[in-house]
């Protein structure tokens, strides 16, 4: 435990600066389009309009957050062979660390646009009630936060598989990286498809035997049809594993060369 405590108390001085730019950011953007907007067309209030932005902005920076912060601090420490020859942690150990960090700073910059939506919810005299938009909210920000640790993974693995192809093929390991991106999300797509995947993945519906009671012009609203599988989660983090240990196992390769 205090080898967990002491990588992140590595990671922290490294990359707080993520931490505190990542939500200054979303902050600054939010309020700025929200105010922007109100000027543009003046019958929006600003308490109507922030929810929306604040939505958009913090599901989209969420999801997209916890693989550029993962990704740029293996950058910083990739070309020191000593942080991960000479460690005592494992290097699947120095992995997680850098992806549990991530994923906090991810999951933090995920309740900050469900916290304006609560806010919102509960001044705006809404006749939709504050368990529904607090319930329903809650799910859309936890289904956004898995979506960003599955697309972590990926990116990872993407990742360490260009700092691989990058000393053999120069310049052309970006593009292969992206080939194989669009290989990838081709594969998915097929596979969701088969009716056999359907079979394997649509059971245990976690969200049955909730009732959503949303308005129409409710900002959430546009979620309410969405459902949500036990199947369909084991075979994502199923594939997110696989690929985090592949990229483990590239990694060491990479290390040792």
Known sequence: MKQWNGLMRKEWSVMNGWFYGSLITQICGVLFL??????????VRVIEILP???GIWGLLLSVILPTMVLLVSLNKEMHRPDVWLHSTAPTGKLFGVKALFASMIGFVNILFPLAIVLIESRLSGSTTSFVAVFQFGTTIALMFFLLSLF????????????QLLKPVVKGFSGPIVVVIFLFLSWLQARLAELVVYTKITRFGQLNQGVGFDLEKENFLSAFADMKIYTGE??????IAFLFFIVAITLFEKKVRL
Do not use: N
């Open 34 to 43: 929200s105010f922007a907007s109100t000027f543009i067309m003046e019958e």
């Open 52 to 54: 929306i932005y604040s």
């Open 151 to 162: 697309i972590m993974c990926i990116g990872l693995f993407l990742g360490v598989l260009y």
């Open 233 to 238: 989660l084991l075979i994502d983090f199923a």
